[in-house]
């Protein structure tokens, strides 16, 4: 019985097997049944002992006794304790259901020897701070049981589905910052720009989504334009501006501490399928798409509208690899089976920054964990390029390196 698999347990009785309920009914008052399992047990081990006593004496004597316990602790070890609760262990249900249906009557016959033997027993056991009702909350699993039981109990399940059960529980606990494009990457059309320009700019676009402003996003966002629903306004020849600021969409605003699991709900509820991020102080920091949101769940969607992690990595026969420092740290991390920290900033570029509080210059090597990031090429205002290597690598091909690294 206490072997039993209770979530398999909830299923089968969930699925009208009657020896199931009755096997979950007892175990949800596990005092109660171990108190009428241990009497009948407990009763039978006793009764067996006087009679051998009784048995020995009168073929043997007093020798007899000690011969006669030694040969009944070894039968009731063998078939009344061992081989039979070993068998119970291995096929739990083939036992525990069957036995279900003589111990449910059974503690009833017997439920007031059972409720005095558990008032004392209970009594005792709440010395040591232990509750009895705390049965339901013992079986509860946290999130990080949980992601170890999609690992280790669905081996029949494919890698992948396993992977992508791990990533809905993960959902919780990234925040749209994480996996957003950032506001320089987005792809937008200034309006100030002629006509035709305008025009021009919507045909190149990769997204279906564009959003429109004037001089500055951050000041004057106009909305968004759905190129699908746009499609037979600019077909037209005579297409103006005021006919494409007629049909945006106002913008759809969130917060960038927002939880992924929280945004596709919001997302369902607003039928919306794209979201734009802004921090504390109401600036534009990026953009969400529904695409980005679900290549967390099942990874990266195939398509050629945003640059592919691969386009961004340049692996070297050495082991080590140069990355686009503006790449995100979470998805090199997934990417790559990396493991750079993901609690400070979101990208190469500003956890290099971070860490030597400057932008550095081009050679500069600093150490985090146990990799070695190397600055290849730097802009104005950012690095541009990384060389990404394993600690060893670079102190046992070069031990005089590590003199100019940062710890």
Known sequence: MMALNRYRLKHHAKSGHKGAKLAQRLLESPDRLL??????????????????????????????????????????????????????????????????????????????????????????????????????????????????????????????????????????????????????????????????QILVNLQRSPYTRIPLYRSSMDEDLIGIINLRRALPILMRDDVTLKDLIKITRPGYFIPETTSLNVQLRKFNEQKRRMALIVDEYGDLQGMLTMEDLLEEIVGKLSTDAKSRPEELVSMHEDGSMTIDAGEFIRDLNKEYNLQLPTDGPKTLNGLIQEELETLPEVGTC??????????????????????????????????????????
Do not use: C
């Open 35 to 196: 108190g009428v399992i241990l009497l009948g047990n407990n009763f039978v081990n006793i009764f067996a002992s006087s009679v051998a006593t009784i048995i020995a004496m009168k073929l043997i004597g007093e020798a007899g006794i000690a011969l006669a316990a030694g040969l009944l602790t070894l039968v009731v070890l063998v078939f009344a304790e061992v081989a039979p609760k070993t068998i119970a262990a291995l096929h739990p249900e083939k036992i525990a259901y069957p036995a279900a249906y003589v111990l449910t009557p059974l503690l009833k016959i017997l439920s007031p020897i059972v409720w005095m033997v558990n008032f004392f027993a209970n009594g005792f056991i709440r010395l040591f701070g232990i509750n009895i009702r705390d049965v339901e909350d013992a079986h509860a699993l946290t999130h990080e049981e949980l992601q170890t039981l999609i690992y280790e109990a669905t081996s029949q399940l494919p890698e992948q589905y396993r992977s992508m059960l791990s990533s809905v529980l993960e959902l919780e606990n990234v925040t749209v910052e994480d996996v957003m494009i950032p506001k320089q990457d987005m792809y937008a059309v200034d309006v100030d720009q002629p006509i035709e």
């Open 366 to 407: 600093i150490k985090v964990g146990n990799y070695v990031l190397e600055v290849k090429e730097t802009s104005t205002n950012a690095i541009e390029m990384v060389k990404l290597s394993t600690y060893y690598l670079n102190t046992e091909q070069d031990p005089n390196r590590k003199k100019a690294m940062y710890d």
